[in-house]
Every structure is written in structure tokens, then in C-alpha cells.
């Protein structure tokens, strides 16, 4: 499953600048992961300060 981001973002960008495929991109109110994309590598999930990526 892949990796999702819950309203606990801060939009720092910390979880786009290490994804490897280049599945995150800033949306209106979070970042967004695009599950086709996604490897669930977990990279996101390391960098994050806040938790907010989550496997699904």
C-alpha cells in the first residue's frame, strides 16, 4: 500500500526533497503522494518532523 499524508502537515517539504521517484508535490492545504507512484520506500516517513506520512 502506499504511503499517504494526514492533516498533521506542516508543508515544510522535507518528504518531496528525498523522494526517490518523485511521487510527493505540494497541494493546496499538504503535500500529496501519488500512490501510483509511490515504491513505500518509507523515505518520506523518516524525514518527516510531524509524522504525517502513513502507510496506508
Given at each position: 500500500?502506499?504511503?499517504?499524508?494526514?492533516?498533521?502537515?506542516?508543508?515544510c517539504?522535507?518528504?518531496?526533497?528525498?523522494?526517490?521517484v518523485g511521487?510527493?508535490?505540494?497541494?493546496?492545504?499538504?503535500?500529496?503522494?501519488?500512490?501510483?507512484?509511490?515504491?513505500?520506500?518509507?523515505?518520506?516517513?523518516?524525514?518527516c518532523?510531524v509524522d504525517?506520512?502513513?502507510?496506508?
Open positions: 500500500m502506499a504511503y499517504v499524508i494526514n492533516d498533521d502537515c506542516i508543508k517539504g522535507a518528504c518531496a526533497s528525498v523522494c526517490p511521487a510527493i508535490e505540494e497541494g493546496d492545504e499538504k503535500y500529496i503522494i501519488d500512490p501510483e507512484t509511490c515504491i513505500e520506500c518509507g523515505a518520506c516517513a523518516s524525514e518532523p504525517a506520512p502513513k502507510s496506508e
